[in-house]
């Protein structure tokens, strides 16, 4: 049974930081990708960025690129999301995902075998 475990979340205030970290357990081999999630009240899911677990590749969506940064730690199973220059709009309840293949549709919400709980995070103005 993989379990995914997101931490690091809270409130900051507007161009602050945080870095979100998601261990993953229950696994033997490595995953094909991992992605980061976001969903706003009353908005819909959407994708914050993902990389891929053998090669490091990274997406992200137009909205963080420049501002937030997706690493892994294949040792441990950790993936982390750092946010840098946060916007009250970065408001949102962050998701960790997990996927078994990494081909295709990193952004893709369905594509994802594997989620986390998530964790809230505030930014203030």
């Known amino acids: 049974q993989v379990q995914l475990v997101e931490s690091g979340g809270g409130l900051v205030q507007a161009g602050g930081s945080l870095r979100l970290s998601c261990s993953a357990s229950?696994?033997?081999?490595?995953?094909?990708?991992m992605g980061w999630f976001r969903q706003a009240p009353g908005k819909e899911r959407e994708s914050v960025g993902a990389?891929?677990?053998?090669?490091?590749?990274?997406y992200y969506a137009d909205s963080v690129k420049g501002r937030f940064t997706i690493s892994r730690d294949t040792a441990k199973n950790v993936v982390f999301l750092q946010m840098n220059s946060l916007k009250p709009e970065d408001t949102a309840v962050y998701y960790c995902a997990a996927r078994n293949t990494a081909a295709g549709g990193l952004g893709t919400a369905g594509r994802y075998d594997y989620w986390g709980q998530g964790t809230q995070v505030t930014v203030s103005t």
């Open positions: 229950g696994r033997a081999f490595s995953f094909g990708a």
């Open positions: 990389i891929t677990w053998i090669f490091g590749s990274t």
